[in-house]
């Protein structure tokens, strides 16, 4: 499979962008399969194998591809450092990147998709994912108690939106 076409290349703050997944980038992979959460949360393997890697950058571009997510890579300094993306089934490097690409999304997301309303979901405790929230514009709506599964057990999740600026 090809790299669909469809999701643009996203200007965020401070220099850094976000654009659609690559072969290339493999080694992104690998090192978050590395990490101790990444991959109870997301669909990135662990262990890691190239093939299993390989298939998860499928994954990316099959979810452009049936038009049900927009992830993209965060890339910062010139190299991959994350990921970010927008998921329609639902209708950090210390300088402000994860908070820019969130803002990059969510604005294409809100303004070209015309999509009124975002939700994002954050554990309690993931204070680095909070402050990446409120600084790319989220509010907290509240608690949702037990409301996702991650490692096979029910958590609490804060739940922020960010819905279309008034006069777009």
């Known amino acids: 499979m090809h790299r669909p076409v469809g999701l643009p290349v996203l200007s965020a703050r401070l220099g850094a962008f976000l654009r659609p997944w690559r072969m290339s980038d493999l080694e992104l992979v690998r090192e978050a399969a590395q990490d101790d959460y990444i991959p109870a949360i997301t669909t990135v393997p662990s262990p890691f194998t190239e093939e299993q890697g390989a298939a998860f950058i499928r994954r990316q571009w099959q979810r452009t591809a ?3 997510g927009c992830p993209f890579v965060i890339v910062d300094a010139g190299r991959p450092v ?3 993306g927008l998921w ?3 209708l950090d490097r210390g300088r402000g990147a994860a908070a820019a690409a969130l803002t990059a999304v969510a604005d294409w997301a809100l303004g070209s998709l ?3 309303r975002l939700e994002l979901y ?3 405790w993931n204070t680095a994912s909070v402050r990446t929230a409120e600084h790319a514009g989220f509010r907290r709506q509240g608690l949702r108690p037990r409301s996702r599964t991650v490692r096979g057990a029910p958590r609490d999740m804060l739940v922020y939106s960010r819905p279309v600026p008034h006069g777009l």
């Open 66 to 68: 049936t038009r049900s």
């Open 114 to 116: 015309a999509i009124p």
């Open 88 to 90: 329609l089934n639902d």
């Open 122 to 124: 954050v554990e309690p």
């Open 82 to 84: 994350g990921a970010a």
